[in-house]
């Protein structure tokens, strides 16, 4: 992320809701759902100010802001290509997507859309008072469609084929997935210009099934919450309502065919695995970073927390449900694929052997089709029986590869000297504190996508890499990997090895392509305090890695991965202030933020006295983050010894690694704030 980044939105509409908004491209007719909050970043969109320049915009007009909100507001807009230049790159990347982004193959490969009416508002509008009837008779036609479903409808062995013609069979039974689609979308436009007053986007879609298409999530909630899921599940009901409405017209060969067709089409809406009617309805009621984790927690933690209530994560209820949800979908979805198998695999077999050549291939595709939907659903479990296997050996596997991808190499030691020089933790160490190191270590070389660090394990060696680049990444307790950022040459990584206490890694770190990197014992420290003529080089490693220990252990920091934390002490400056000098000013608009390393503050308002700080403690925080004056002093009772990070320092990083100040931000925000014991974020 460039901080000097000047966003401008290409020519698009805007539609406000109560809790969203929906930015609309005035060419493709593609939308981005932002939450109502993301207005005030929004107005400042338009190619006159720089995304740090947005941040101080915003909190000059005393609107409450969210770096959470801001990023996610920028991520959205920009993967949806709605800035005019797509330079920017948040680093905001995840390994498993949200569901709502995600489509079919076939969709992705060869769908195409053509576009046949552009969205415009318009004054026609029906009374509200037939809302309600418009958006229940949905739900009518399809609960009588389900009653009847479950005492009449039976497949027999002549399903799918009509006047002993599996090729019209077939063809009459496609033509009404396409007519069942393209009723359910025109019920969408019509209550679109009738109660949103407004003409949407219609698409003529071409995918496995061609249909008219509705590109318009606004009115989902422009009728407010409770409203947008009732139309959403009226929506759903549509397909049962027709075959109902078979039942009631016709004989009982055109019910049974109609009604697989419908119960087919429901289930590819009810679909928890990708875009769909079941993931628009979690869309709409919660955030889209729960969409994520949801999908995650799927594929690789619903199975284990099924079996051990000890597993929690965050909206443990939300993706709990969903799981429960989803394993019931693909149960119900293979037991239908299954029952018409059975019932027609003789006939069609039959037809594949003896009938004419249209038959043979009319059996053909309806045999790969139902038996391929019963082997996906058959897949789609084993695959999640897989990872929710794996995942907690995981770890032990990551290993394992990684001593079987080590191989020793040797380098020039001198070279090896100049560049661990450049890192600052070695960079006040001697020459011969160096060659010392880089004797009791050993230099390894790692192939692309083999783990250097795995997250969970104990760290007994630190790296410090060489040559090449490395991924960093984090697992949340979802099972959604959280991109943090890369790093190349000259990075010293997994320096929590050092530290007395063993420490478990915090995060994955795996080489993005061949690296080189230099495997340095964790009892470092040990081995320089036993040699006599180390013991300056000893103090000064000490000095450097205590202060990544206290770092550590501050509240702020505590959440990070320990290679950010790394960073922040890396562009960080250590100062010493003596006894009454003032760290900060009431009312002065400095924005730098600081850690006790030794010592303790006082933090005053005028000449009241409201809080005492002492080693740990931070102050400034929010400094970073906002342009704000101080609101109190803090002045130094006996010396002290601070970790500062600067405002400019702290955008660098943030630029790189924007997941920091999501942490910064969400720890922040937790802290208390009354008047006797205010916390530091608000006395700064």
């Keep these: 992320m460039n901080q000097n980044f000047i966003p401008e939105l290409i020519d698009h509409q805007m539609y406000d809701y109560p809790t969203h908004t929906v930015i609309e491209s005035k060419a493709s007719g593609q939308q981005v759902i932002l939450p109502s909050q993301s207005q005030q970043y929004l ?42 230049d797509d330079s920017l790159n948040l680093n905001l990347e995840s390994s498993t997507s949200q569901i709502y982004d995600q489509t079919s193959w076939f969709e992705r490969k060869f769908g195409f859309k053509l576009k046949i009416l552009s969205s415009k508002k318009i004054e026609l509008g029906l009374p509200r008072f037939l809302f309600w009837p418009y958006v229940l008779l949905p739900f009518l036609l399809g609960g009588l469609g389900l009653v009847f479903a479950f005492e009449f409808l039976e497949f027999n062995n002549d399903l799918f084929r009509f006047d002993k013609s599996y090729f019209l069979g077939a063809l009459i039974i496609y033509i009404s997935m396409i007519l069942m689609k393209s009723i359910k979308e025109m019920y969408k436009l019509i209550f679109s210009i009738f109660f949103n007053k407004k003409i949407p986007n219609l698409f003529l879609s071409f995918d496995l099934i061609p249909t008219l298409s509705v590109e318009d999530e606004s009115f989902y909630y422009s009728a407010g919450k409770l409203k947008g899921l009732f139309i959403l599940f009226g929506q759903i009901m549509i397909y049962m309502g027709i075959s109902g409405i078979v039942f009631v017209i016709s004989n009982s060969w055109w019910y049974a065919n109609i009604s697989l067709a419908a119960l087919i089409l429901t289930f590819s809406d009810l679909n928890p695995f990708r875009k769909s009617e079941l993931s628009r309805l979690l869309r709409l009621n919660y955030s889209s970073s729960s969409d994520s984790q949801v999908l995650s927690y799927l594929k690789k933690r619903s199975l284990i927390a099924v079996l051990d209530s000890n597993v929690q994560t965050e909206n443990q209820t939300l993706i709990s449900t969903y799981s429960a949800v989803s394993i019931l979908w693909i149960a119900l979805f293979f037991n239908l694929c299954l029952k018409v198998f059975n019932e027609t695999l003789s006939n069609l077999v039959v037809a594949v052997i003896y009938g004419e050549i249209l038959e043979k291939l009319s059996a053909m595709v309806i045999l790969a089709t139902v038996g391929g939907l019963a082997l996906r659903m058959v897949y789609v479990l084993s695959l999640m029986i897989w990872r929710n296997l794996m995942s907690p050996i995981a770890p032990s596997l990551a290993e394992v590869r990684k001593s079987i991808s080590t191989k020793s190499i040797e380098m020039d030691k001198a070279h090896l000297v100049d560049n661990l020089k450049k890192t600052p933790v070695f960079s006040q160490l001697s020459d011969s504190g160096l060659k010392f190191i880089i004797e009791n270590s050993k230099v390894v070389q790692l192939g692309k996508g083999s783990p250097l660090i795995v997250q969970g394990v104990d760290l007994d060696e630190a790296y410090f890499l060489i040559n090449g680049t490395v991924r960093i990444f984090h697992t949340t307790s979802s099972g959604d990997e959280k991109y943090i950022g890369s790093l190349s040459d000259n990075r010293l990584l997994g ?16 080489a993005e392509k061949d690296i080189q990197v230099l495997e340095i014992p964790g009892n470092l420290l040990q081995l320089l305090k036993e040699r006599p003529e180390f013991e300056s080089d000893y103090q000064a490693l000490k000095r450097d890695i205590a202060v990544l220990g ?8 505590s959440g990070l991965p320990h290679e950010i934390t790394s960073l922040i002490v890396q562009v960080g400056q250590t100062v010493r202030r003596g006894m009454g000098q003032r760290v900060i000013e009431e009312g002065a608009h400095d924005r730098d933020f600081y850690v006790i390393l030794s010592g303790k503050v006082q933090v005053s308002v005028g000449d009241k006295i409201i809080k005492e700080l002492k080693k740990g403690d931070f102050f400034g925080e929010i400094a970073l983050l906002k342009n704000a004056p101080r609101t109190a002093t803090v002045s130094v009772m006996n010396e002290a010894v601070l970790l500062k990070l600067s405002q400019d320092n702290f955008w660098k990083l943030l630029c790189e690694y924007p997941q920091l100040g999501l942490f910064i931000e969400s720890v922040s925000k937790m802290r208390t704030a009354d008047e006797s014991g205010r916390s530091p974020e608000k006395a700064s």
């Design 550 to 557: 206290y770092l550590r252990n501050v509240d702020l920091f």
């Design 495 to 510: 320096e929590s090895a050092f530290l007395q206490a063993s420490e478990k890694a915090t995060s994955h770190i795996v």
């Design 43 to 84: 107005k400042y969109l338009n190619g006159e100010s720089s995304i740090k320049e947005i941040v101080d915009k915003v909190n000059s007009q005393g609107d409450q802001f969210s770096f959470k909100e801001y990023l996610s507001t920028l991520d959205r807009l920009n993967s949806g290509h709605f800035f005019t």
